[in-house]
T-cell receptor
């Protein structure tokens, strides 16, 4: 089946630093990647959608200069949280859809727990 | 845009009994309805999905039913086991849309 690998699973960083989260599709070409943020006991909140080779489309209220998304290849997308602050602490999850993926659905990564201290 | 409502928010079921989670959607053009299971600290995992040209789909102990007229779909888990304890999310995808709209989640607890 389709597999999406997300790293790191956990990261702790200091306020003001930047953190990069990687999301790789291992056995299919991810033409579209989605990045979500999830607060405790809440549903997934879509942050942005990116198509390979083009700029990401951000949802309303998401700062594109703070959450930098790169989707330079069909198997890799990255989310960089710049100048992180404690309020950015959250669970970040990527999802991918694309060619060669069984069922044409969406596969999620395992998530990244970001803690900003 | 699409709006998906999910009920109940929490559900406790005795081991071996059945569990049912229901979702309604607003966009009649939606045509893909996946269900995800999320365990603590992990990403959502697809457990079953259904497309709008089918009324029911089953995979061992898990089944999903879709009523397009009423715009609702349900997840049915039979013979529940402790490992079924998790948060379950329904979602809907509109025709021509690429973004899933998620329900608010149901925390299912199986009581041994």
């Amino acid at each position: 089946g389709a597999v999406v690998s997300q790293h790191p699973s956990r990261v702790i960083c200091k306020s003001g630093t930047s953190v990069k989260i990687e999301c790789r599709s291992l056995d299919f070409q991810a033409t579209t990647m989605f990045w979500y943020r999830q607060f405790p006991k809440q549903s997934l909140m879509l942050m942005a959608t990116s198509n390979e080779g083009s700029k990401a489309t951000y949802e309303q209220g998401v700062e594109k200069d703070k959450f930098l998304i790169n989707h330079a290849s069909l198997t890799l997308s990255t989310l960089t949280v710049t100048s992180a602050h404690p309020e950015d602490s959250s669970f970040y999850i990527c999802s991918a859809s694309g060619r060669g993926r069984d069922g044409g659905g969406y596969t999620f990564g395992s998530g990244t727990r970001l803690t900003v201290v | 845009g699409e709006n998906v409502e999910q009920h109940p928010s929490t559900l406790s079921v005795q081991e071996g009994d059945s569990a049912v989670i229901k979702c309604t959607y607003s966009d009649s053009a939606s045509n893909y309805f996946p269900w995800y299971k999320q365990e603590l600290g992990k990403g959502p995992q697809l457990i079953i999905d259904i497309r709008s040209n089918v009324g029911e789909k089953k995979d061992q102990r898990i089944a999903v039913t879709l009523n397009k007229t009423a715009k609702h779909f349900s997840l049915h888990i039979t013979e529940t086991q402790p490992e079924d304890s998790a948060v379950y999310f329904c979602a809907a995808l509109g025709y021509g849309n690429e973004k899933l709209t998620f329900g608010t989640g149901t925390r299912l607890t199986i009581i041994p």
